[in-house]
């Protein structure tokens, strides 16, 4: 039977609760504060590029296909100090690459393609023999650094100086050498970050241009848990193709493969392979234009880019930065953009580390999805043909890390742009439909990658479909999920790439809906209990799609499946209670069982995955013995031994915040009735594990998602569950937020300061209104999100233990019995 259960906690818990200080409310009638009228100057690109962070610094759009910013070097040309090519302790740089991915979480991650380096030096041996990158890389300075929305420079030790603005599919470069040195531009065309197969490379002094192209792919190729030598990602899955013209005349040419240098010369081909160290130095191919310097020491060159062909990159490269173009003015229709969309969320109060971290935050998060399309709408398609956008499209969008997104990167882009939501969603279906009908969980570009496991896809639309995206093929793309739910495909079985890339899609369904659980010894997966607590999330976002879409039937059976999590859960784990666990297809549980395992697991500890059922917080609860219960583990999950706070990482048993699995357990006390818990605990987080500089956030941020967290908790709101709308509440830390969705919808948060000079907020909720009425709940419904409203809220030093306590006014779960 199909029931809508509240939660809740033992009375005698939240009567003794009660008895503790009551802090009073601070007063209002304070001015509201400005909001903010230009977050540009806000972002920080840099935050990130340290602490495993992954981030990079350079040029780049919202949305954008061609992202230009630095390679760094550590003395290794097969790798990078960074996952993405970036890294902000290293000191060396190599090239400015054309393409990058914000923040994959294996090394190297993926593109990096066509470094670009200004070398001021003589050309005399091939820049591929210099596998340490003693020669052809040159050390730089932060202080000769800056960054912003969509432009990026820097003065290397060699005395060259790059300056870069780009567009959505194009770039602008000026580089400026010194006098008294040679002046050349280098097109490392073979150098991506994981290697290639082939490149090459055409110079033509006639009409001043350089082409070219390099078939690549690799991602997480050289991953330990991604199957080896039998990765399937040590594979070519595009070709990038680049068109740049310059302003001068070309004083010299030349191109090298392998060891040969040949100047003069105006072609050359040769790939790296998809290996690393010894295996791959002193291999691969490029080119080099030579300047006069002594006549004009500075080159501007435009540059364009298309995954579809040369003709593709050229119309990109005219059609969005025409001849005549100049840095500085790309650079201000950049900051033009990102002004419209950081002004999406308009704050007001807060200090300016606040204001920096929050609009970094959403900076980051609006990266990606990344366009895909040539402006003529062709796309190069996950089967490697081309294809052109539908009528409906603005453009297709590709590189989607599910399993990391689907828990608040894709909620933030829903809130602020449903229009590219909706796009992303018709772009994931057409790469299904290219791929066999299969959604991939890791699309790089519109590839299936196999990274990480469940079916992100599901919880990923589902949700969309709740916060009211509408652009898009609704019923097929729910078709094609249930579809993938509920019959098994032909690479079910295939275990290639595990544990952490396997092919398989809707891994051993059948044995799955057999057993009612994934079986650790013959699951195709990753981790049997990982597997189901994921598939389990799915399916119930996939019931919640399906009650919108009227089909009643396949509501009722997702919503049963969605229940399988259950299965996996062994009350006797431990002495001091029940945990998640693998289990064996013979029904056994697997041995060695301590909380901090991770076998059975994705990137994360059983501690961890354990709360892993945003979608039936109650029934976790019950499971461990009562709601009272589950508030004394999660206190013991945030805080060590002797009681001091534990949300910065570092141990299995308890939260960790650099990695997906667990950021939505800070705000499961609003379930269990204790909220001034949840908003305790995400206050510390926000003062205490994110920040401003390099090393301002937790860890990598996966695609925008540690990012999209902060963004939420900054305003006091977190999605409850994905595949739904509504909003768990804690605190804002701005007394003033203002969300105008692409659609129209407009959102209001509002808070008392407390009275201090940069306009801070106290951490705990007195009272909450929402358009005007008293809310004793601590959550938002969906309306909120879908059509808009005012949410007020009084705040103040101390907990209000008794608000929104009542079994009646907690977070609803969408459940069946």
């Known amino acids: ?152 420079a820097v003065t290397l030790d060699s005395g060259a100086r790059t300056d870069l603005a780009v567009s959505t599919r194009a770039g602008i470069g000026d580089f400026t050498f010194p006098a008294d040195r040679p002046a050349n531009l280098l097109f490392r065309t073979s150098n991506s970050l994981n290697g290639s197969e082939d490149a090459e490379i055409t110079i033509d002094p006639a009409t001043r241009t350089v082409t070219g192209s390099v078939l690549t792919g690799g ?191 894709i909620q933030l882009l829903a809130l602020l742009r449903p229009d590219v939501a909706g796009d992303m969603a018709q772009s994931m279906l057409a790469f299904a439909e290219q791929n066999k009908g299969i959604w991939d969980r890791w699309l790089h570009l519109g590839a299936p990658t196999h990274v990480m496991t469940g079916d992100p896809a599901a919880p990923t639309l589902a949700t969309f479909a709740a916060m009211g995206v509408t652009n898009f093929d609704t019923r097929a793309a729910f078709a094609s999920l249930y579809r993938q739910a509920t019959v098994q495909n032909a690479e079910a079985l295939d275990t290639r790439g595990c544990p952490g890339q396997c092919v398989a899609q809707r891994a051993a369904l059948e044995q799955y809906l057999a057993l009612k659980y994934a079986p650790q010894d013959r699951c195709a997966c990753w981790g049997g209990a990982a ?64 909380p901090a395992t991770d076998r059975g697991f994705a990137q994360g500890s059983s501690a961890t995955y354990t709360w892993m059922v945003p979608q039936d917080v109650g029934g976790l609860g019950e499971l461990m013995g009562g709601g009272h219960v589950a508030v004394e583990r999660l206190d013991r999950f945030f805080r060590d031994e002797n009681g001091n706070w534990a949300v910065g990482g570092g141990s299995a048993v308890r939260y960790d915040p650099t990695n997906e699995p667990g950021i939505h357990v800070p705000w499961m006390y609003n379930g269990l009735g204790q909220p001034f818990k949840t908003q305790e605990v995400v206050r510390r987080i926000v003062d205490t594990v994110y920040g401003v500089g390099p090393a301002g956030l937790p860890g990598n941020d996966d695609l925008g998602t540690m990012s999209a967290w902060y963004v939420f908790a900054a305003m006091g709101v977190f999605p409850q569950t994905p595949g739904r709308a509504e909003l768990l509440v804690a605190a804002p830390v701005f007394p003033r937020i203002e969300i105008r969705r692409s659609n129209g919808v407009r959102l209001y948060i509002n808070a008392d300061a407390n009275g201090g000079a940069a306009g801070e907020t106290d951490p705990f909720v007195q009272k909450l209104e929402l358009g005007g009425a008293a809310r004793t709940q601590s959550w938002l419904p969906e309306s909120f999100v879908r059509k808009g409203g005012v949410a007020t809220f009084t705040l103040g030093a101390r907990p209000r233990i008794g608000w929104a306590t009542e079994p009646g006014d907690l977070p609803r779960d969408h459940v069946t019995r």
């Open 531 to 594: 597997e189901t607590l994921e598939n389990s999330l799915a399916d119930h976002s996939l019931a919640m799609w399906a009650r919108r879409l009227g089909d009643d039937a396949a509501a009722a059976a997702m919503l049963e499946r969605a229940n399988y999590w259950r299965n996996t859960f062994n009350p006797a784990a431990t002495a001091f209670g029940g945990y998640q666990q693998a289990r064996n297809a013979d029904g056994s549980w697997v041995g060695g069982f301590t």
């Open 219 to 409: 991602f997480c190729a050289r991953r330990g848990n991604g199957g080896g030598d039998a990765n399937p990602n040590r594979r070519s899955y595009y070709r990038l193709f680049f068109s740049a013209v310059f302003d001068r005349d070309f004083a010299s040419t030349g191109t090298w493969k392998d060891a040969t240098i040949t100047p003069g010369s105006t072609t050359a081909t040769g790939g790296e392979g998809y290996l690393t160290g010894a295996a791959r130095a002193g291999r691969g191919s490029g080119g080099w234009v030579g300047f006069d310097p002594a006549s004009d020491r500075d080159v501007r060159v435009r540059i364009g880019i298309s995954y579809v062909d040369l003709a593709g990159a050229v119309r990109n490269r005219d059609t969005e930065i025409p001849a005549g173009a100049t840095v500085d003015a790309v650079a201000a229709q950049a900051r033009d953009e990102w002004r419209g969309e950081l002004n999406r969320i308009r704050v007001g109060g807060g200090s300016q580390a606040r204001r920096t971290a929050f609009y970094t935050g959403i900076y980051h998060a609006l990266l990606q999805p990344q366009t895909v399309s040539d402006v003529d709408g062709r796309y190069l398609g996950a089967d490697m043909a081309v294809h052109t956008i539908t009528r409906t499209q603005n453009a297709q969008l590709g590189t989607f890390s599910g399993w990391d997104q689907y828990r608040a990167q």
């Open 1 to 152: 039977m199909l029931v809508t259960r509240t939660r809740g906690v033992a009375a005698a818990v939240v009567a003794a609760a009660l008895v503790a200080t009551i802090g009073p409310a601070v007063p209002a009638g304070a001015a509201a504060p400005a909001l903010v009228g230009d977050p540009v100057p806000y972002v920080d690109p840099f935050i990130g590029s340290s602490r495993g962070g992954n981030t990079w610094p350079g040029a780049a759009r919202p949305f954008g296909m061609i992202a230009w910013s630095p390679t760094t070097t550590n003395g290794d040309q097969t790798n990078t100090p960074g996952s993405n090519g970036y890294e902000y302790g290293a000191s060396r740089v190599r090239g400015f690459s054309l393409t990058h991915v914000n923040g994959a979480g294996c090394h190297p991650g993926a593109a990096g393609d066509v470094p670009i380096m200004p070398f001021a030096g003589a050309m005399t041996t091939s820049p591929s023999a210099d596998s340490t990158d003693a020669v052809y890389a040159s050390g730089f300075s932060h202080a000769n650094e800056s960054a912003g929305p969509g432009r990026y």
